[in-house]
């Protein structure tokens, strides 16, 4: 029997507050409204930023269904959507793409101003939310707010792919993949024969280390104060790894003298100020690129000496490695199905959707890369 246009009745992980377990909650989900969409979700990575909402260093209106990682199928459609249709297998988008802003028509950015990321409501475009739990609203997130087994999104908010793709797999380029590899490829435009420093190896970390070989850089250099990262990222494409804990002198000095006064490329995929400011002097004075990736504490500033960016050094960054969404979403995922990189060796653990804390217990004790709960 069709359930289009009637409340679903199922289960989501909601989050009540901070500092507490997720609660795997009976809610009803309401039909998706004009240019929404309703999935049925079938695999979820568990990522950093979600557990950034439960330790309240993400600000987020509460009660909410977090989880921005995620792969499913259509289940029904609102009036007007014309660019999925039910039975389509579809990723969520956390930074949508509408097409018509300022930012959506500029070649080079992808951060649409329709996103909900930089000043979040916990709310759909129209400033409402579809979930209900025990009477009250509970707000979304990222307007894709994947840790249910139907969630509803705007339409700029999701992206058909192949039919033929492994949910559980693909469900990785809805967040950290995408932000790690586009890192590489598309915003330092990571160049054959070239050397790179890959700060931090963590899920995205290692995402960059795919581009930088996928671009064919010839020295890929993986940085971690933890050695136990080192075999996977070695595995993925590092050629050296060092560890800072190991030197009597500042990481980017070491990396200045690897490598001729500094690295081409070097990216900062751990999140802080120390760190963001040892990629910056590690990429080479002149000719240098230098990335960051990873999300700094709030409300946090950097104090840099301007000479390190007149004597010619690019710093830049990007959400979601500069991808336009809903344009590139789907060649990323046709890019996997053809092997041009692999997801695999990124997921150390699947669960079952219910056993949702002990998947962010594995991601705070450092003991995951990706966990995927499947439904
Ligand atoms: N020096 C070297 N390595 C370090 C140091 C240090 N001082 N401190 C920690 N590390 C290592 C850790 O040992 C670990 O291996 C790695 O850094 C960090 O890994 P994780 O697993 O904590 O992090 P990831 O790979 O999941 O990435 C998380 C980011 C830190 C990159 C996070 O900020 C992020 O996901 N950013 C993406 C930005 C974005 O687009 N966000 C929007 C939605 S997610
Ligand atoms: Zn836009
Ligand atoms: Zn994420």
Redesign the pocket.
């Known amino acids: 029997m069709s359930t289009a246009g009637k409340v679903i009745k199922c289960k989501a992980a909601v989050l009540w507050e901070t500092h507490k377990p997720f609660s795997i909650e009976d809610i009803e989900v309401a039909p998706p409204k004009a240019h929404e969409v309703r999935i049925k979700m079938v695999a979820t990575g568990v990522?950093?930023?979600d557990d950034h909402v439960v330790s309240g260093s993400m600000v987020s209106p509460f009660p909410v269904v977090v989880g921005?990682?995620g792969a499913g199928i259509v289940e029904s459609v609102g009036e007007g959507v014309t660019s999925v249709k039910p039975g389509d297998k579809v990723i969520p988008l956390?930074?949508p793409q509408c097409g018509k802003c300022r930012v959506c028509k500029h070649p080079e950015n992808n951060l649409c101003i329709k996103n909900d990321?930089i000043k979040p409501r916990g709310t759909l475009l129209d400033g409402t939310c579809r979930f209900t739990c025990r009477g009250k609203p509970i707000h979304n997130f990222?307007g894709t707010s994947t840790f249910s087994q139907y969630t509803v999104v705007d339409e700029i908010a999701v992206a058909k792919i192949d039919g033929a793709s492994p949910l559980e797999k693909v469900c990785l380029i809805g967040?950290?993949f995408t932000?790690?590899y586009g890192s590489a490829v598309k915003v330092a435009k990571v160049t054959p024969g070239s050397s790179c420093a890959v700060?931090?190896?963590?899920?995205?970390?290692?995402?960059v280390v795919i581009g930088c070989k996928t671009a064919g850089a010839s020295r890929i250099i993986a940085?971690?104060?933890?050695k136990d990262?080192f075999a996977k990222a070695k595995e993925l494409g590092a050629t050296e790894c060092i560890?800072?804990l190991d030197y009597n002198k500042p990481?980017e000095e070491v990396l200045q003298e690897m490598t001729d006064g500094g690295v081409d490329f070097s990216f900062e995929?751990?999140?802080?100020l120390?760190?963001m400011n040892?990629a910056l002097v590690s990429c080479h004075a002149a000719c240098g690129v230098s990335v960051i990736?990873?999300?700094p504490p709030n409300a946090k500033n950097l104090s840099v000496n301007p000479m390190l960016l007149l004597l010619g050094r690019t710093w830049k960054g990007?959400?979601?490695?500069g991808y336009k969404s809903k344009d590139e979403v789907p060649r990323l995922v046709t890019d996997f199905m053809a092997e041009k990189f692999p997801l695999e060796p990124l997921i150390t653990h699947v669960l079952p959707f219910e056993e949702i804390n002990e998947g962010f217990d594995l991601?705070r004790t450092?003991k995951s890369?990706?966990t995927v709960l499947t439904f």
């Open positions: 990522c950093r930023s921005h990682e956390f930074s990321l990222l967040c950290g932000t790690g700060f931090g190896l963590g899920g995205v970390g290692l995402s940085v971690d104060i933890n990262k560890n800072p990481i995929v751990i999140g802080r120390d760190t040892s990736v990873g999300v990007a959400i979601f490695g991601l450092g890369i990706r």
